[in-house]
């Protein structure tokens, strides 16, 4: 690395046992409030466009404009993390956050709740970036595990509980209140994270923000984002979306060669030569890709299979995050003790029965057949989730933590955003073309008779599970053919 770019990191005082708890109940606290609110409006939705007297596709921007700001701006937070204080930035992205869910309530039309929203999303990327960051300083690594599984199993949860506690909201008084419950318990936690958080001392020579590199990876990340919502709708071969797309190519290239150029990047691509990074990163949004299937697919199911009312199908489609929120925990102490990898693999190897598993839903499956299917995938996401965020923190140095912190959660959301179209393409492919193999002539899988739709869901987790076994083979294979050192990255 070059000289300019040096810098040193250190935290101002050791925290003392009790705090290191406190800050972690900070910290998780805001983790929770952010995942929360990724879902949580999904069920306001309606008595929104009720109440503006608008229109879903309008509507909808209240949900795409929070998820866009969480994609757009994660590396640039998570650099302006390293350069700068960690605490100080995560309380920033606090007060955004509770600012915007304030504004949100009050907000008096459409325009105005879509532009706070933003707001909201914007402090939910200071959040997202920069909470694992700090929680990995703060605790040594013998008990790195334990504390990233409890945050893990906070942000599982909290994605879990988004639609019940909306829904729940909106029926105890009006939509205002699913912004306004995040007020009080964001200046509780801002106020613990300030109190218990120690301080850093950053001394660093020359080192000037890369500007046009957050610029690139901006435009980017906001046209692949933008280009994937418009495919559920236009597909693939929309005109849109192959300008987007082509895009998002053409920016994320410059940035690539922009960064390996200049001497203080907004990513330095040295990093990637390690392969626990490398390998962990790309393992985190592969899972989270086919996650989506379940999150996506299994609805269409269990209501148009089944015909489960709208009560019982979010009550079903908790089981696998509520497994994962209690596992993560508990595996996130295992991987302090046995070592992240063989923990994380036995993780991928039961999510791969687990895919296996739904691929047997029928017509005549039951709520208890269900869970006892969904088990192996909840708590193969617990055993996975944990120990690869302690991985990927603990393969750079204390300098990367804040970029490295940024990666995970980009992974992670953009492993969600491509499963949709991906396999929503699969599983209407298979769907629409076994419908008309029978004599049906449709065009929507909501159109398919329920032997279709068997058969949709079945070939699309046949193939997940095919895809969560390669990646079991691979992941094992380069484990076992190269050693990893850590930290990859040094200032020297």
């Not at 402090?123 to 997202?128: D, E, N």
């Not at 700090?134 to 994605?159: C, D, N």
């Not at 509520?322 to 302090?336: E, H, K, R």
């Not at 120990?387 to 959660?409: H, R």
Request: some cysteine.
């Amino acid at each position: 690395m070059q000289n300019k770019e040096k810098q040193t990191l250190q935290i101002h005082s050791e925290p003392k046992a009790s705090e290191k708890w406190w800050a972690l109940f900070g910290i998780g606290t805001g983790v929770f409030m952010f995942g929360l609110d990724i879902h949580i409006v999904t069920l306001a939705l309606p008595t929104l466009v009720e109440s503006f007297h608008t229109n879903f596709i309008t509507i909808q921007w209240v949900a795409i404009g929070y998820l866009l700001m969480l994609n757009v701006f994660v590396l640039a937070v998570g650099r302006l993390g390293d350069m700068y204080s960690k605490k100080l930035l995560y309380l920033t992205g606090m007060l955004l956050f509770t600012l915007g869910s304030l504004l949100c309530g009050l907000a008096p039309n459409v325009s105005f709740l879509i532009g706070f929203r933003v707001v909201q999303g914007i402090g939910s990327v200071f959040i997202a970036a920069l909470g694992t960051a700090i929680i990995t300083e703060i605790f040594p690594e013998k008990q790195r595990g334990q504390a990233l599984g409890i945050i893990a199993g906070i942000f599982a949860i909290s994605i879990a509980l988004g639609p019940t506690v909306g829904g729940l909201l909106i029926n105890l008084w009006d939509w205002p209140l699913i912004f306004w419950v995040n007020v009080p318990i964001g200046v509780i936690a801002s106020w613990i994270v300030l109190r218990v958080v120690p301080k850093e001392i950053i001394t660093k020579e020359s080192q000037p923000f890369d500007w046009i590199g957050a610029l690139l990876m901006a435009i980017s990340l906001s046209c692949f984002a933008l280009g994937i919502t418009l495919v559920q709708n236009q597909g693939f071969g929309s005109i849109k979306v192959l300008i987007l797309f082509t895009l998002a190519a053409i920016s994320l290239a410059c940035f690539l060669a922009i960064e390996a150029r200049i001497q203080a990047p907004l990513l330095n691509l040295k990093i990637f030569e390690s392969l626990e990074l490398s390998l962990n990163l790309l393992m985190n949004f592969i899972v989270y890709l086919a996650l989506t299937g379940v999150i996506f697919i299994i609805p269409f199911f269990l209501e148009l299979v089944k015909h489960y009312p709208a009560s019982q199908v979010g009550l079903l489609m908790a089981v696998q995050p509520m497994l994962n929120g209690l596992i993560s925990p508990v595996c996130g102490i295992m991987s302090d003790r046995f070592g992240e990898r063989i923990i994380s693999l036995i993780g991928l190897i039961l999510m791969a029965f687990g895919y296996l598993a739904i691929a047997t839903f029928n017509s005549e499956l039951t709520s208890l057949g269900y869970i006892v299917r969904m088990i192996p995938v909840g708590v193969g996401m617990g055993m996975f989730y944990a120990p690869n965020n302690s991985a990927v923190m603990g393969a750079v140095s204390k300098e990367y933590l804040g970029i490295t912190s940024a990666l995970l959660s980009l992974s992670r959301t953009f492993g969600h955003m491509s499963g949709v179209p991906i396999l929503g393409a699969l599983f209407s492919t298979f769907t629409i073309a076994t419908a008309k193999l029978s004599g049906f002539d449709v065009k929507d899988v909501t159109d398919a008779p329920v032997e279709a739709l068997v058969f949709g869901v079945q070939a699309t987790f046949h193939t997940a599970a095919i895809v969560m076994a390669a990646l079991v083979i691979v992941t094992s294979v380069f484990w076992v053919l190269e050693k990893v050192e850590k930290p990859v990255v040094t200032t020297s």
